[in-house]
């Protein structure tokens, strides 16, 4: 039998077009001279032509009927499958093989023997044996790709006890149609023909005792089939008086799902891990990459500091400006306002949440259909609908196959992704073998967990955004501080030049100042408490707020000046530094000012006459400072190009040049200066990871009202012809 087994695989190699080299050559010579080898040849030419014109006619047939129907998933064909056991699954299953039982490697009969002589055998088919452990169990191959396997205690007696010790488990595969001509195998139920992916007969036993498959023991197979048929069933085979077989009790074939450790397993938006990799995250990172998605939230932070701005600062006396000054101040640019709008106006926490991954990630999902990659690809679709109570919808059902999910999906047309999930529902997907008088805890868990970590992600996001708040809210207490400060300073600066202007244009018109706190605003009414000169503090007052020169001529002809000179200056290379600040120090004046730089990189100021100014010239590169200092600068010396040299004592330096009240003041302004540059690096910082923040939340609740950035364009014709095509 062994040999008439091997000839006829030998010959379907040949006209399969499968011998080669020696091979080909080797047979081809047998052919020549061996009449009965050429008649076999022909012989089983002639059966493998007829057989595959039925099974096509077949196929045809039943594509017609089932058309004619309107039946979608279940065909009238399935796989005949001969069973000696209680039921037997058929799905498709990735596994890691042990050893099996030895063999020789030239394909002769096992040295195992069979102790029955069993009436199911199919004489022209191989009896293939393999001894297995039944407390162990283990997983079988047979010859023509069928794989077989059996869980630990998994066969009863005729008693219904639990078998121990070694078990002899029988396969006969009849796969290729010449092997099921051969075998004299029909194809029918109930007289009906069946389009047949092949079939094989396992059976178990001990000594010359049958074995059946214990209750929730189920034996799981992996069939080698050349269709791709997804309305195959699996039937029994049941003997007639006859010697012939009839396919009984057809089940639908649902694929059972393998789990795989959860860590494995790609839960994150679509959008995400690149994102954090056109960021410069490490993405190998695992931890550092949890940490980033499970700490973001559904809450969209309203950006406050997205721009830098030049502002400008004006200082009043008598309602008049006295000094102005430039700064930089932030604000939130108008684009990312309209973003904040748009996303105030959408429900992002009905969308999909990384508390709830983080959820059915837990311990407790590992023996679910979510530690599967069947449910990892749903994910993924469930991403681009965003929608959370979709994701819900697959946790609901956790007892039930994953296509009946599937087809809740499909049939609910709420959404833009009926194709996918259609031909997810069609690849009849089932679940994994786990208790599932545990569904409700997992429910009860799933809803607990996703709370907690909810609860736990907003929390901690609300203190991120209360420290940031905080640190803005110390920044710019710092800056009013020192802005009332500054305000202070200068007027009280303005105060004394303005006193001394006008105590020297009384001077020169001989009189005696009456008042020192003039209005200068036309228009306003004041009491006059006392007789002399009132038109000249006017004058006065002009020329000390516009720094320009006065010359003024009484009734009585007497005549006084305030005499205004510019100043400018030039510091050559001044390109090579980061900051430039060209400080004037006046005596008899408490205090110095500031000079403006202008746009050509100058910095100018106009000198009054009654005062003596000290130049002071600070550089600033990187860590560095480079300083030129000038004593005493006189009316007409319009320009000076300094050369800055690398920092002294400059300490000494500004107790040479100013008063205590002056120096006080700049050991202020340089303190204010250091505050202003660590500000600015912290702002830089939060501003950047700020937008890291909001560039990883839109990867995550992406909404193309905003930014288009990852929801999909879908084909809403192609959506509306499959219902039309199939309501």
Known sequence: MRKELELTKLIESYLNGELTGEELKAFELRLNVNQKLREEVELQRTTMEALEGVMIRRSVQQAAKMHAKGKWMKGLGGAGILIGLAAVALFTWNFLQPDLPPSEEDGSELSIEIAVDHNEFNDFLEKQVFVIDAEEG???????GTVIAIPSDAFVDEHDETVEGEVQLVLQEAVEPTSIVRAGLSTTSNGEELVTAGMFYVGAFQGKSELQVAEGKDLMVDMLTPFDDRGMQLFDGEFKEDGSINWVDPEPIEKVLQTVPLEELDFYAPAFIPTLAELGFDIDDQDGVDSIFYSTTCSYERPSESRSEVMEIQIYKADSVVWADRFEDTYATEEAEREWDSAASLDFCSYIKPSSIRAIKEEEFQSTYVATKEFEERLRYLWWLRKEKYLGLYIENLDKPLWYTDSLMVFGKEFSLVGEFYELYLRRDGNVAFDHESFEKLQQIFEEKRELFRASAEEARKKVIEA????????????????????????????????????????QLGKTPSRRDINPNPGLTFPITNTGWKNVDQYVVESTLTRTTMKYEAPNGDKAEIKYEAFNVAVDQVDQYDEVVCYLLGDPQASFRKMMKHDDGTYNEKLNELIDYNLLVIGYKGEEQFVFSEEGIELGSVTAYPSLRPKGDVDALIRRLASTDTAKDLQTAFNYRLFQKDRDERRAKRLAKQEQERAVWRSIFCFSEVDNCCYPCRDLERDLAFWEANE
């Open 138 to 144: 283990g997983v079988v191959e047979g010859a023509d």
């Open 468 to 507: 940031r708040q905080a640190e803005i809210r110390e920044d710019q207490l710092t800056d009013r501080k020192f802005w009332d400060h500054e305000r202070e300073r200068r007027a009280e600066l303005y105060e004394q030049e303005l006193k001394l202007n006008l105590d020297e244009a009384y001077r």
